[in-house]
């Protein structure tokens, strides 16, 4: 069956990195745009990033993460990827990888940044 499994989350201070995954699993990943979205306590989900399939695209970011975040895949290892640099509080949320014209969703990562 599909799986999307995310990592990486954590509790980070302010102006710190993190990396997080998600292996993919039950579907031809290559083949589809993933996404990674994010819902903070009290708000809405939002997209973070999108990252096109093999057939070709662009890749988008949200603008609050622009030239912080970069968003990338490992097609021969089913796994996308979500870089976080120079992050702040207002990143503090969790983190969804997901399929969007499938509609797959992982059960999500915690990300804390925090002094």
């Known amino acids: 069956q599909v799986q999307l499994v995310e990592s990486g989350g954590g509790l980070v201070q302010p102006g710190g990195s993190l990396r997080l995954s998600c292996a993919a699993s039950?579907?031809?990943?290559?083949?589809?745009?993933m996404s990674w979205y994010r819902q903070a306590p009290g708000k809405e989900r939002e997209l973070v990033a999108s990252?096109?399939?093999?057939?070709?695209?662009?890749?988008i970011y949200a603008d609050s993460v622009k030239g912080r975040f970069t968003i990338s895949r490992d097609n021969a290892k089913n796994t996308l990827y979500l870089q976080m640099n120079s992050l702040k509080p207002e990143d503090t949320a969790v983190y969804y990888c997901?399929?969007?014209?499938?509609?797959?969703w992982g059960q999500g990562t915690q990300v804390t940044v925090s002094s």
């Open positions: 039950g579907f031809t990943f290559s083949l589809y745009v």
């Open positions: 990252i096109p399939s093999v057939l070709g695209g662009n890749t």
């Open positions: 997901v399929t969007p014209t499938r509609g797959y």
